[in-house]
C-alpha cells in the first residue's frame, strides 16, 4: 500500500489574530475547542457593544453643532 502524503498530521484548529499591528497565531487543539469558540463568541458580542456606542455617539456628533448650541432659524421674508 502506498504511503498517504498531505493532509493533516494532527487533529487541530489555528486560531490567528492581529493585536497591535502584529498578526499571532496559535494551534488549538480539539480539546480546546469549545472553550476557544466561547471566547470568540464572548470577543464578538463585545465587538457589537462597541460598535453600537460608535453609531450612537456618531448621532450624538451628528446632531449638535460643535458650540453646543443649537442654530436660530432666519424668518421667512
Keep these: 500500500m502506498p504511503a498517504r502524503r498531505g493532509g493533516p498530521k494532527h487533529p487541530t484548529r489555528q486560531l490567528t489574530v492581529t493585536l497591535g499591528g502584529t498578526t499571532r497565531s496559535r494551534y488549538v487543539r480539539l480539546g480546546e475547542l469549545a472553550q476557544v469558540r466561547a471566547l470568540i463568541a464572548t470577543y464578538e458580542e463585545l465587538w457589537a457593544i462597541v460598535n453600537d456606542l460608535t453609531a450612537v455617539?456618531?448621532?450624538?456628533?451628528?446632531?449638535?453643532?460643535?458650540?453646543?448650541?443649537?442654530p436660530q432659524r432666519r424668518a421667512a421674508r
Design 57 to 70: 455617539n456618531l448621532t450624538l456628533l451628528h446632531s449638535t453643532p460643535p458650540s453646543g448650541r443649537v
